[in-house]
């Protein structure tokens, strides 16, 4: 039997509605009745005992690391559901997963988004202090909450080893940053340490998180002055007139270098690197002695990860060192998708058209679902898929017909039974003269028999005069 809501799982939570789902177990909001307060359940349900087992461990591992950790957020509870299923029941955090973030968001400023990166390391790095293997945990997923922080939902252990064996954090956050700031102008130095961290270059949290300390800020700084007395102000304005005076000299010289000698510069051609794969453009940009930074642009024509065009374009002349912008196409975008259970057939269409879906309906019969409400979707919740997708939700049309006993030849009482039995009930009992049938035999019925009917729909009888006139109290 498949949980929903208000279920009660471990005795304990009653599942309100679900928040998310994925290969990791669905992510419901519940209500803890002992505590009486809300919490967040992931559980995996009977089925899947790896499943299960990966989930209780990712509780464990969650609950050693979160105090010391402050990313990562408070397991309250844990523990097996009878027939083979698991849950984990943590606080409940309010926010915005980082895809969503990057999809409704991105470009983020440069120091929120390396903020964000920075916060996903160091819980790497925490993390790591409580594992025998200190390079295999990863993020797994995380929430950015209303003060703009990182918290952090799930730890999981990495497929492998990142480029030519790396940290597989280095290149998962790096490509989280790339994703943050895709869309805007990324400074040269925080590009390069994207590149050298998707490729392999940086091999360690550490390296990638000093990197980001540095090139990851806006470099902007407000320096203070202190007043000056007005007695102070006109002891200081002649040395202020000559330091003046020298800056402009200096100005005037060093433009008139540049003048005389600005046609001298050394001009590169641009290669012409569209319809390549991202990392072999920036390779040849680089190789042809320029700097590269790229930017992401949703298409629905241009694979994803393959250039769509430069700026400047491939052909063109450019000073040499100087910043080629490679913009990579995204593929149609992803997007998370909705939570449609018990939304209503229009309510659930709504909700997907707003996020950029299609919904193909399909029709079930619900004996605890309400007629025009959605019963399941597919994908589930949480999970990312391409912008443009078809979602399928299944809508109850109420309890399943049932068929309607042949009650003829019974008395009223007997057929009372047999309509009780089916799920009916007695309707109104009509008395007619029938000659040569028992007094009291039914007669006739209404709906008649094998009539497929909603449940509880009343059957009218009509018996031989001399029986019962009336249903049944």
Known sequence: MTLGPGDLVASRYELVRMLGGGDAGRVYLAYD?????????????????????????????????????????????????????????????????????????????????????????????AARHHEQDRTEVIVGSALVTSDRHIRVTRFRRAAGPGPEGADPAVAAVAETLRTLLAGGEVPPGLQETIDDATSGRLRTADALRARLMVEGSDREREVPVAPLSERQARAKWPWIVAIGFLALLVAAVVAIAVIAGGDDGDRVTVPDVTGQKAADAVDAITSAGLKASTAGQVSTTVTKGIVISTSPSGGDEADAGSSVTVTVSQGTGTVAVPVLLGLSQADATAELTDAGLKARVLQASSDSVDKGAVISQDPAAGLQIDVGSTVAITVSTGPAPVAVPDVSGRTVQEASQLLQQAGLVLGAVTQETSPGLPAGEITDQDPGASERVPPGTAVDVTVAEGGASTAPG
């Open 33 to 125: 009745r002992h505590l009486a307060r809300e919490v967040a359940l992931r559980f995996v349900e009977a089925g899947d005992p790896t499943a299960a087992e990966t989930l209780l461990d990712e509780g464990r591992r969650m609950a050693r690391v979160q105090f010391d950790c402050p990313q990562a957020i408070a397991v309250l509870d844990a523990g097996e559901i009878p027939g083979g299923g698991a849950y984990t029941a943590t606080e409940l955090i309010v926010g915005s997963s980082l895809e969503e973030v990057a999809l409704r968001r991105a470009p983020l400023p440069v120091r929120e988004a390396s903020r964000y990166a920075i916060e996903l390391l160091d819980a790497c790095l």
